[in-house]
């Protein structure tokens, strides 16, 4: 089950693709299948980078909904939706002759500082949910890189409103821009 358009997908790995130069690694949180996360290590083979890519979900489907993401149009995210194991993403990445990224399986929430690299050159939030993307914000933005960039998913869709509110507030208490394209929200510092 594709999550996201082939559009978005060129988007992504051409955001990715300008942070090579930058310093640190490359994160996803919310990798379901790892679609785009092949895609990135893909992106990191071809250009002989030796940035590491990390990934993670928590490999039990969505959480529970909170009143920041009800929306008619979304009935259908429900708790346990989008489950998948880490086991199988594992086997996409040996399947494909790919570096096998760190995998890490935890709620967002459960996620500690040294979970993810020193330094981050890009990252790839899709969490779908308020807290979700409230929590991987506020784990990524203290890594960042100056130059690094943040790509936010389902930003612009009315079936997942709390992605669009937890990134709105992240902006309003930092200073960084806002860039949308399709369902995209594109994070990075203001220089």
Not at 18 to 38: A, I, K, P, Q
Not at 53 to 81: A, C, H, M, Q, V
Request: charged share 30%; proline share 4%; glycine share 4%.
């Amino acid at each position: 089950m594709k999550q996201v358009s082939d559009k978005e997908t060129m988007t992504i790995l051409q955001l990715a693709e300008d942070c090579l130069s930058s310093e640190g690694d490359f994160v996803e949180l919310g990798c379901f299948e790892g679609d785009t996360s092949l895609l990135l290590a893909e992106v990191l083979k071809n250009n002989n980078s030796k940035k590491r890519l990390w990934i993670y979900d928590s490999f039990e489907g969505l959480p529970e909904k909170t009143e920041n993401d009800f929306s008619e149009l979304g009935r259908d995210f429900k708790k346990g939706e989008l489950f998948t194991t880490k086991r199988f993403v594992k086997q996409r990445f040996l399947r494909a002759n790919l570096p096998v990224p760190r995998i890490k399986k935890a709620w967002f929430s459960e996620l500690k500082n040294d979970d993810l690299p020193e330094k981050i050159a890009f990252a790839f939030l899709d969490g779908d949910l308020y807290d979700s993307i409230r929590d991987s914000l506020n784990l990524v933005f203290p890594k960042l890189n100056e130059n690094g960039k943040i790509v936010v998913h389902d930003y612009n869709n009315p079936q997942l409103p709390g992605v669009s509110k937890a990134v709105d507030e992240f902006l309003e208490k930092s200073d960084w821009n806002l860039k949308t394209t399709l369902s995209l929200a594109i994070l990075s510092k203001r220089s």
